[in-house]
């Protein structure tokens, strides 16, 4: 235990969805679960928690390190970030380590697909800021969520990268763990200070089938673990990116931190090479709106209604992917249907104070979504009686939230003709039960229940649900990436162009 190490930690998180009709300022980080936080409030309010930085502590407490705080931010994935908000996180991040003295060593917990207006590849302009105050001899180690897309620039800063193991992300505090102890051995000799390696193979997979539990992350995975088995290589990160930021860093990489410079390179050759050659497994076929509600009102009627519920998710429309959290096409068709269930949650302020004005048991008119963009459908216009108003606070108890306080603003409970629809004024991802509980509504007693999600939320209702039916509606995060106009990718890529062909050298 060596107790004179001084040991800077931070945070600033974003993904950034370029095709989202959701602004991303400085409010957009200030306004979330935890707000910005600085200094020393970080190290009162993460010890303790199952979070990256919680990890980071965690080790630093066992180290005997001073730990010096910065600023932890992140923000619900929307549109590109503002300049001025990038700017204001990152210099205040470099503000903190330029009056901290001498440092032995940098943790961050950033994203990976995060881009500024003035920054596409906002995590190597952070870490590049980051190396400029602190120099060349102080290792710098970064966790990132595996949704991240990486450049060789960001690579030549940092001394370690680690990345999420699942998906969906339940390790955010075993790989903040997995990072500090890293840099410990760094620190005390234990290896030699590692290099960071990549492999970019040129294919852009939608993130439908990016879970760590099946497709092709598992064999990925897999031979990861082999790699980092033997000698040499520290961690070997699998990132199959994230299609929805438009920039030519976008796209698959494979990051491998090694003491060995000639098994860093062949492993991530070889690693670049697997993910090209198994690519077509990204790719997954979904149902229409209309098909999707009609097997799931088959699934219920066979049962009639008692099962567990037929869970629709609104993949396309995934707040925690850069989607609004609000387009209507799916609601829209469930409630010409007539069909009995759950939605949650929509974002729709405006709906939510008209309930408040109303009062529990008021009827009305009300225009449900639609409102964030007319790109992908207008409201919908239906009458509902309100059931229930909250504050929209509650505590998260599923794998993805545990533990976690979450404020979905005042929220209120909108029952259409048997749909009942959990509008919030805050975005969010329906990825745990407290989404529907908050209102009073038992969601494992429902017949069927809509989350605008992409993968998160099976962690917490994968375990309750009949099936889960993942529908193609209209959404800034839709698998079929035709549907967007991208401006920015490196071309060819696969699947956007046919006849890609790649070997890693």
């Known amino acids: 235990m060596n107790d004179s190490k001084r040991i800077a930690i931070g945070m600033i998180s974003h993904e950034t969805n370029t095709f989202s009709p959701v602004a991303t300022d400085l409010e957009s980080f200030a306004g979330q679960r935890h707000g910005i936080v600085e200094a020393g409030q970080i190290i009162a309010d993460f010890t303790g928690t199952k979070t990256g930085i919680g990890g980071f502590l965690e080790v630093g407490a066992e180290q005997g390190w001073q730990m010096i705080g910065t600023v932890v931010a992140s923000a619900t994935p929307s549109a590109n970030v503002a300049a001025s908000a990038h700017t204001a996180l990152r210099d205040k991040l470099t503000g903190y380590l330029n009056g901290a003295g001498t440092l032995d060593g940098v943790l961050l917990h950033l994203h990976g697909a995060m881009l500024a207006e003035n920054a596409p590849d906002a995590e190597g302009d952070i870490c590049r800021a980051v190396r400029a105050v602190i120099g060349a001899d102080v290792p710098l180690v970064v966790e990132l969520d595996l949704h991240g897309n990486i450049t060789p620039e960001f690579c030549e800063v940092v001394d370690g990268v680690i990345v999420y193991d699942t998906n969906p992300h339940i390790d955010a505090y075993e790989r ?25 193979p040129p294919m852009l997979p939608p993130t439908i089938n990016m879970r760590t539990a099946e497709g092709p992350m598992v064999k990925l995975l897999e031979r990861r673990r082999e790699w980092e088995s033997g000698p040499g290589i520290q961690n070997v990160a699998v990132f199959p990116g994230f299609p929805y930021a438009d920039f030519d860093g976008a796209g698959t990489s494979i990051i491998v931190t090694a003491t060995d410079p000639e098994l860093g390179a062949r492993c991530a050759r070889e690693m670049g090479q697997l993910a090209w050659d198994m690519r077509d497994e990204f790719l997954k076929p979904l149902l229409s709106v209309p098909d999707a509600v009609d097997e799931a009102l088959v699934l219920i009627g066979e049962d009639d ?3 567990p519920p037929v869970v629709l998710a609104d993949v396309a429309d995934n707040p925690g992917g850069g989607g609004s959290g609000e387009t209507p096409e799916l609601i829209r068709e469930l409630v010409q249907r007539g069909a009995q269930g759950a939605v949650a949650c929509l974002w729709d302020p405006e709906s939510v104070e008209q309930a408040f004005a109303l009062g529990v048991g008021g009827e009305a008119e009300f225009r449900l979504g639609g409102k964030a963009s007319d790109l992908y459908g207008e409201p919908v216009v239906a009458r509902g009686v309100v059931r229930c108003l909250s504050d929209g606070i509650f505590v998260g108890h599923g794998p993805v939230v545990r533990g976690l306080t979450v404020r979905c603003g005042r929220t209120a409970l909108i029952d259409v003709n048997g749909l009942k629809i959990v509008a919030t004024t805050v975005r969010h991802a329906a990825n745990d039960q407290g989404y529907f509980s908050v209102v009073g509504i038992q969601p494992q007693r429902e017949p069927l229940l809509v989350i605008k999600s992409r993968g998160h939320f099976r962690a917490d209702f994968e375990p309750i649900a009949r099936t889960i039916i993942e529908v193609d509606a209209p959404g800034a995060a839709n698998p079929n990436l035709s549907r967007y106009n991208y401006e920015r990718v490196s071309r060819p890529i696969w699947p956007l162009d046919e006849d890609v062909s790649w070997e890693a050298e």
């Open 176 to 200: 903040g763990l997995e990072a500090a102890n890293l840099l410990a051995a760094i620190l005390s000799g234990d290896i030699k200070r590692p290099r960071v390696y990549i492999s970019k």
């Open 305 to 307: 209604a008692h099962g």
